[in-house]
């Protein structure tokens, strides 16, 4: 696995090797922590890292922390401070995926709420061959846990359990990527991304009450369909079958940016190569990110702008 030469961690840059927790923390025992996956696009043209939506990401995190109810958490400047920091001092020049995560310290047990820790890494990350090619994918047996049990808006550490079991099962099955059913027999999201269909020129999603994450990408698609690319978007439930009758379909979510689906269930997709919505959507998206196109400015925090403010 790649390497980074700094870490942030609880308010400190220090070398990769030397960001430590103790394995009886309850971050260890017990997987009691929050994170977001953020991404940084560069644009050498510009000599410029953007951050995509970075505001948005920490009121989600800010938001877990709230129902895990941890004890002092670290406030929005702290957190936004943390990832520009960890940029700056990396230095990278090219795309990175960042992982900002806070959890639980120290020694307790199932139930404690403190002490709160804060790490922040970032990774360089290439351009995915799925996001170019496509990718196949399999509904698995596992299904999400509802609202009630394992709240899925909630990022936690132990919520990918459940994604993890599933991403095993569909590779032993020769897909891909998983899709996975909600409690409800509808179709819920990926283990980490979350899915939209293209059919009859309509883009269908499950919607947010179908025990999915609600994911800040899912918000930019929705939004670029809508009002820059004319397309009609229903979020709705969807049933396995109808997943069968899409013209084209794909993944989107900060890991898998915007990536297309090929198959399901070993049923090819229109003809089997990414479909022309889903081509349209990332060329506007990645313009968007890189900073290529003024649209959306504010979804872009630029690392030298931040750090001409901060001097």
């Given at each position: 696995m790649a390497e980074a030469k700094y870490i942030w961690l609880n308010g400190t840059i220090v070398p990769w090797a030397d960001a430590r927790v103790h394995v009886y923390s309850p971050a260890v025992k017990y997987g009691v922590g929050v994170f977001e996956g953020i991404r940084g696009y560069f644009n050498p043209r510009m000599n410029e890292m953007f951050v995509f939506r970075l505001e948005e990401h920490l009121r989600r995190l800010a938001y877990s922390m709230r129902v895990m109810r941890f004890d002092d958490p670290p406030g929005h400047e702290v957190l936004r401070g943390a990832v520009l920091e960890t940029l700056r001092a990396n230095d990278f020049r090219e795309g990175v995926h960042i992982r900002l995560s806070v959890y639980l310290d120290g020694?307790?047990?199932?139930?404690?709420?403190?002490?709160?820790?804060?790490?922040?890494?970032?990774?360089?990350?290439?351009?995915?061959?799925?996001?170019?090619?496509?990718?196949?994918?399999?509904?698995?047996?596992?299904?999400?846990?509802?609202?009630?049990?394992?709240?899925?808006?909630?990022?936690?550490?132990?919520?990918?359990?459940?994604?993890?079991?599933?991403?095993?099962?569909?590779?032993?099955?020769?897909?891909?990527a998983a899709i996975i059913l909600s409690s409800h027999g509808k179709v819920a999201e990926g283990p980490g991304m979350c899915l939209f269909l293209i059919r009859d020129g309509q883009a269908i999603t499950p919607?947010?009450?179908?025990?999915?994450?609600?994911?800040?990408?899912?918000?930019?698609?929705?939004?670029?369909?809508?009002?820059?690319?004319?397309?009609?978007?229903?979020?709705?439930?969807?049933?396995?079958?109808?997943?069968?009758?899409?013209?084209?379909?794909?993944?989107?979510?900060?890991?898998?940016?915007?990536?297309?689906?090929?198959?399901?269930?070993?049923?090819?997709?229109?003809?089997?190569?990414?479909?022309?919505?889903?081509?349209?959507?990332?060329?506007?998206?990645?313009?968007?990110?890189?900073?290529?196109?003024?649209?959306?400015?504010?979804?872009?925090?630029?690392?030298?702008?931040?750090?001409?403010?901060?001097?």
């Open positions: 020694d307790g047990e199932q139930g404690a709420t403190g002490p709160v820790s804060t790490v922040c890494l970032a990774l360089p990350r290439p351009n995915s061959k799925a996001v170019e090619n496509g990718v196949t994918a399999g509904v698995v047996s596992w299904r999400r846990p509802e609202d009630s049990a394992m709240p899925m808006r909630v990022k936690a550490h132990a919520n990918y359990h459940n994604g993890r079991l599933a991403t095993l099962e569909a590779k032993a099955n020769g897909h891909g919607s947010v009450t179908s025990d999915i994450l609600e994911s800040i990408t899912r918000d930019a698609v929705i939004r670029l369909l809508r009002d820059e690319l004319g397309v009609p978007v229903a979020e709705r439930d969807v049933d396995r079958t109808e997943l069968y009758a899409a013209d084209e379909a794909f993944f989107a979510g900060t890991a898998w940016e915007v990536t297309p689906v090929t198959a399901i269930d070993r049923l090819v997709l229109g003809d089997g190569k990414p479909g022309a919505i889903t081509r349209r959507l990332q060329d506007l998206f990645f313009a968007i990110a890189h900073g290529d196109s003024n649209a959306h400015a504010a979804w872009r925090t630029a690392l030298s702008a931040s750090a001409r403010a901060a001097a």
